[in-house]
């Protein structure tokens, strides 16, 4: 029976740990994936009637950067 077999196989330990590593890049940018949406909405629902009027009298355009002097 051994005759048969003339390579044994070896374990390919790079190959396992790069695995293992892009595994571990996927799960954890998923999270910060998550986590940020889970953040931004749990900021727009819980949002004070001052962000609703934030720039409702402005009369200047949203595009300048003056010092206001």
Not at 40 to 69: C, E, I
């Amino acid at each position: 029976m051994s005759n048969l077999l003339p390579f044994q196989k070896k374990p390919n330990y790079l190959l396992r740990t790069v695995s293992w590593t892009g595994v571990a890049v996927t799960v954890a940018t998923l999270g910060l994936l998550v986590g940020r949406e889970l953040r931004l909405r749990y900021k727009f629902n819980h949002r004070t009637p001052y962000d609703y009027y934030k720039h409702a009298g402005d009369q200047d355009p949203l595009d300048s950067y003056a010092v206001g002097v």
